[in-house]
């Protein structure tokens, strides 16, 4: 569809009398009710997920490579090492392309981590990775290089059309609308690592905006952006002011990751570390998963099941003639369910109650 009218369609759905920009914009949670939500979940611990045949998330979610039978096949296994929560990211380019079909592609996928005892959380904007992505086909992954095909959401293409931002709140509004209620979701995660590479605080506008679209909803479940860097002071402080539970990354080992938790801690909300697990930096499942169910932090590791992400490869090491290192940068998995390493499988029954 001409991006003309669409953006003419938008304007009506969106800017017309009655319209959801009149509604109120909710507060932040208080503490109280932050820790009360947190009531219900008890321990969450799962992986950032992507099937292993989607090299991106337009491979995931675009209706000709949603692949429901290795979700299903992938979620299965999940389960059965006692996971029960997945962090999945979306991209509006998928949802401005088919709305409707895009939208009923993510109840299938609910229903899918349903079926397996296992709850979400949605990612929606990413600063990481590749600026450019086109809807179709899919690049093919590049051999031994983490992430080759990784898409950002909404990348430069902001910067360079204006116009855009129009789209990306009616994509926000129409998402959390459709799942405000959902109770298969744990947490919209807004904006995955703002400012990351040298974006630095050109992502805050965008930031600020998806917490006021978000908060228009105002969805049962709560919201938050979780912090990475604590040089981005701007972001950082923006992200801890305005999440109701406080999400956060560390790939780093055990000394450094208790400091995080410390200092996190003080804020007296509720907690999930959304992405850990890096091998080579003795970030690994032995050393951070009992810290985290100690304090009841949320624990989601990157990567289920080796794929076309190539994430066993580490950050900025391509192995180009490798086709699997000796120690795997990230995941549990490979394609045929079986584990990297067994040892690592068997520690984790243990803490999620699947010894047997």
């Known amino acids: 569809m001409n991006r003309i009218i669409v953006l003419f369609l938008v304007s009506v759905v969106f800017f017309g009398c009655g319209n959801q920009r009149e509604n109120a914009v909710r507060e932040v949670w208080t503490k109280e009710q932050a820790n009360q939500w947190y009531k219900q979940w008890g321990w969450l611990r799962g992986c950032n997920f992507i099937p292993s045949t989607a090299v991106n998330q337009l491979e995931m979610w675009q209706a000709e490579t949603f692949d429901e039978a290795t979700i299903d096949r992938e979620l299965g296994w999940a389960e059965e090492i006692g996971m029960n929560c997945m962090r999945v990211y979306l991209h509006h380019l998928a949802w401005e392309t088919d709305k409707n079909g895009f939208k009923q592609r993510m109840g299938k996928y609910l229903e899918i981590a349903d079926k397996h005892h296992i709850a979400t959380l949605f990612v929606i904007f990413d600063d990481c990775w590749n600026a450019a992505y086109a809807a179709g086909r899919q690049p093919e992954p590049k051999p031994g290089v983490h992430n080759s095909g990784w898409v950002q959401d909404p990348g430069e293409l902001l910067a360079r059309d204006a116009s855009l931002e129009i789209i990306l709140e009616a994509y926000v509004i129409d998402i959390l609308t459709a799942f405000k209620d959902d109770k298969r979701i744990v ?22 905006q998806v917490f006021t679209w978000a908060r228009t909803v105002n969805p049962s479940q709560p919201l938050s952006a979780g912090v990475h860097d604590k040089n981005l002071v701007n972001l950082v402080k923006y992200q801890l002011e305005h999440s109701d539970v406080i999400t956060y990354h560390n790939y780093a080992d055990l000394g450094s990751h208790q400091q995080a938790v410390d200092s996190l801690m003080q804020l007296g909300r509720p907690m999930i570390c959304t992405e850990y697990m890096a091998r080579e930096y003795n970030s690994t499942f032995q050393t951070i998963m009992p810290l985290l169910k100690a304090h009841n932090i949320g624990a989601i590791n990157w990567g289920l099941v080796a794929g076309k992400t190539n994430t066993i490869f580490g950050w900025g090491k391509p192995e180009p003639d490798v086709v699997e290192p000796a120690v795997w940068f990230t995941d549990i998995f490979r394609k045929d369910g079986t584990p990297f390493s067994q040892e690592e499988v068997d520690f984790i029954n243990t803490l999620t109650g699947k010894e047997d």
Do not use: A, H, T, V
């Not at 919209?188 to 050109?202: A, M, Q, T």
């Open 187 to 208: 947490l919209w995660d807004l904006y995955n690592e703002p400012g990351w590479g040298d974006k630095n605080d050109r992502s805050l506008p965008l930031l600020q």
